[in-house]
T-cell receptor, first 115, second 112 residues
Framework: DTAVSQTPKYLVTQMGNDKSIKCEQN?????MYWYKQDSKKFLKIMFS???????INETVPNRFSPKSPDKAHLNLHINSLELGDSAVYFC??????????????FGPGTRLTVL | GQNIDQPTEMTATEGAIVQINCTYQ??????LFWYQQHAGEAPTFLSY????GLEEKGRFSSFLSRSKGYSYLLLKELQMKDSASYLC?????????????FGRGTQLTVWP
């Protein structure tokens, strides 16, 4: 009965590889997010989708491409991984469309290590 | 730009009371959240303030003063399990869709 789930939990890969992280929420929420938490624990939004539509796209390299096949899923694909991509990536979801203040619920995170 | 400040670290002993402060300067304001994050885990929702004043929820309370750009999280009767990072976050609805801006978190260590 996990609310927001992510796979994999850990991802270790070589520079230059391409990898994907998957996220699913069973809360019936309309909006999903990807956040990056760096080594200093700073949590910063990357993308936001509302009903499969990209709403927020922060200043993120083009190597990062989110995809939302349906409103319960938001995946993150990363091309040509770099050392600086090493971080914990969190998926989150909220009920509304983002025009009102809704609580965001976070997944368990994916710890990405690029060697 | 968005600026959210909170102390990096705090320590306290079991049974004590601790107050974690957060000041913010953001272009817009539509509410302030506090999240708790244990090491290696997801942030979990603790509290939400949009109006000035104190919101109490069990051992945890959160206060907001919008005119001062200031909030605090008050934790009473501290327990060892309260050792975690506490994240202050401001929701700014902006011109299109809102987003949460997080502070860097306050690492609280509770000693026996």
């Amino acid at each position: 009965d996990t609310a927001v789930s992510q796979t994999p939990k850990y991802l270790v890969t070589q520079m230059g590889n391409d990898k994907s992280i998957k996220c699913e929420q069973n809360l019936g929420h309309d909006t999903m997010y990807w956040y990056k938490q760096d080594s200093k624990k700073f949590l910063k939004i990357m993308f936001s989708y509302n009903n499969k539509e990209l709403i927020i796209n922060e200043t993120v390299p083009n190597r990062f491409s989110p995809k939302s096949p349906d409103k319960a899923h938001l995946n993150l694909h990363i091309n040509s991984l770099e050392l600086g991509d090493s971080a914990v990536y969190f998926c989150a979801s909220s009920q509304g469309s983002g025009t009102r203040t809704d609580t965001q619920y976070f997944g368990p995170g994916t710890r990405l290590t690029v060697l | 730009g968005q600026n959210i400040d909170q102390p990096t670290e705090m320590t306290a002993t079991e049974g004590a009371i601790v107050q974690i402060n957060c000041t913010y300067q953001t272009s817009g304001f539509n509410g302030l959240f506090w999240y708790q994050q244990h090491a290696g885990e997801a942030p979990t929702f603790l509290s939400y303030n949009v109006l000035d004043g104190l919101e109490e929820k069990g051992r945890f309370s959160s206060f907001l003063s919008r005119s001062k750009g200031y909030s605090y999280l008050l934790l009473k009767e501290l327990q060892m399990k309260d050792s975690a990072s506490y994240l202050c976050a401001v929701f700014d609805r902006g011109s299109t869709l809102g987003r949460l801006y997080f502070g860097r978190g306050t690492q609280l260590t509770v000693w026996p």
